[in-house]
């Protein structure tokens, strides 16, 4: 019963959110962006905690706020974004490097993609319908199943988007990638199984093996796809790559993460600092490994 109260909940807040028009929702986002950083205690001090553990001593209290409140913002415009992806996903879109997939796509071995939760990423939703390609998505299990089947049926419908739950990732990303399809992974947090050793931000993590495996396995292109907001309004989409997949699992593992943390640096207030990215050893320390300060961009929560 509760589960189908929050389905209600969250189907009603995308109608009126649409109701109120697109600007006018960025705008409620926003500022429900600035109370949740302002009210939200436990996710904003491990957001301002994992920024302390990358940057260190080169990222002054004051604009690791900043940082953390644009963090806020952005989930929330997620949301609003959401809410209008069907009319509003195109507009005011750019795509950098498409021809690196449309490239890879064309071997016809299939294309791993690993993205990162940052920026509005319901917009990497457009891609199959403006590429050409046959793209797919694997998504873990949510805590409610009424939203994930929605959420499912949704991106099916509306972006011919097939998605991968997590438990029959095993035997549907070898399926689709035999079918010369495109599989996304987002990859940028940690992962509850497997992995292999890597860096990231200096620090010691645990990367997601399915990238490195898939890729060398059916010897498939990798590329890395972000998004971000740019300070003109501007969501861009970006391929990067692809990714060698000579050497180890580890080898090709950093590769990828390297380049996610290099976007990452370029926006660091579109990414979700509050995952917990960081376990095991080595992670409590406050002193940055890297002393490179972050490029704060102008889109950061003010």
């Known amino acids: ?5 929050e389905y209600a909940i969250v189907r009603g807040m995308l109608a009126v959110l649409r109701c109120v028009g697109y600007p006018a929702s960025l705008r409620l986002a926003d500022a429900v962006g600035r109370l949740a950083y302002r009210f939200d205690a436990t996710p904003r001090e491990r957001a301002l905690h994992h920024l302390n553990l990358a940057y260190g001593a080169s990222l002054a209290p004051a604009q690791a706020e900043k940082v953390a409140r644009g963090v806020f913002q952005t989930i ?28 890879a796509y064309a071997r016809g071995r299939g294309v ?3 993205s990162a939760h940052m920026g509005c990423w319901i917009r990497m939703a457009v891609i199959p319908h403006l590429l050409g390609v046959r793209g797919s998505v694997i998504m873990k299990k949510q805590r409610n199943d009424v939203l994930l089947q929605w959420g499912i049926r949704y991106l099916k419908r509306h972006f011919d988007m097939d998605i991968i739950q997590k438990k029959d990732a095993r035997d549907q990303v070898v399926e689709f990638l035999q079918e010369g399809r495109v599989v996304t992974m987002f990859a940028d947090q940690h992962p509850r199984r497997g992995g292999f050793p890597a860096r990231f931000f200096g620090r010691e993590v645990t990367a997601a093996a399915g990238p490195a495996v898939y890729a060398k396995r059916f010897d498939c ?22 990714i060698s997949t000579a050497g180890s699992y580890e080898e ?10 290099a976007r990452i640096r370029e926006h660091p207030e579109q990414w979700m600092w509050m995952h ?6 080595g992670t409590e320390r406050a002193d940055s490994p890297t002393g490179v300060a972050p490029a704060v961009s102008s889109t950061a929560g003010g």
């Open 1 to 5: 019963m509760l589960r189908l109260v």
């Open 76 to 103: 929330c415009r997620h949301v609003a974004e959401v809410a209008h992806a069907t009319r509003q996903a195109k507009i005011g879109l750019r795509i950098e490097n498409p021809e690196l997939l449309k490239e």
């Open 112 to 114: 791993v993609v690993v």
């Open 221 to 242: 292109p990798l590329l890395v796809f972000t998004s971000a907001k740019h300070a003109d309004g501007t969501q861009v989409l970006r391929f990067d790559g692809p």
């Open 252 to 261: 090709v593992s950093q590769r990828w993460l390297d380049l996610l943390e």
């Open 276 to 281: 917990r990215r960081w376990r095991g050893p």
